[in-house]
């Protein structure tokens, strides 16, 4: 997604090359991925609010990982069917995935007064991968929804009306 006015790009990743890497290079890639994608969400809302911490989430997420390593390499967690900083890695990560979609979904709404609905189901199960499939699809996912607002305009209103709201939406200057 690029937003022509403000010069901000949310990078697209093609979903399978994102697992495939992930796994050749045992994670590491998906945590450069990741940093990355936190970096251009931040973009779309410099205000400290809405921002995403990225040290914060980042230090949690691999301190666990670390944890969770030595561990399993110490055969500390062996007796127990899970691992306790597995668990937490999970839990955290999911927070951090739906801070992301949430952010997505504000700045949808702020730009282009589109609602975006999300597959509750697939965050759950696929968490990051389920966000990148989301934002590779957030194009579509804009166009429908303007064409539909379009669509409903002309049904309701008559044809300069609709120019007006399409510039007002895309903050273009008369």
Not at 116 to 140: A, D, P, Q, T
Request: aromatic letters at 18%; proline letters at 1%; glycine letters at 4%.
């Amino acid at each position: 997604m690029y937003d022509y006015q403000s010069n901000i790009a949310i990078r697209k990743t093609s979903t399978l090359k994102l697992v495939l890497l992930t796994i050749l290079t045992i994670g590491i890639y998906w945590y450069f991925w990741l940093w990355k994608l936190v970096t251009d969400i931040n973009k779309l809302y410099p205000y400290k609010g809405k921002r995403i911490h990225r040290y914060n989430w980042f230090c949690m997420l691999i301190g666990l990982q670390i944890i969770s390593i030595i561990l399993n390499v110490k055969g500390i967690q062996n007796e127990h069917i899970f691992n306790v900083a597995d668990v937490l890695w999970f839990w955290i990560n999911l927070a951090l995935t739906l801070q992301i979609l949430k952010n997505i979904e504000r700045y949808v709404k702020e730009k282009f007064d589109l609602e975006i609905k999300h597959n509750v189901f697939g965050w759950l199960v696929f968490g990051s991968f389920y966000v990148n499939y989301k934002i590779n699809r957030l194009n579509f996912a804009i166009q429908d929804g303007l064409s539909r607002k379009i669509t409903q305009m002309k049904l309701f209103k008559s044809e300069p009306e609709i120019f007006v709201y399409l510039k007002r939406i895309f903050n273009y200057r008369v």
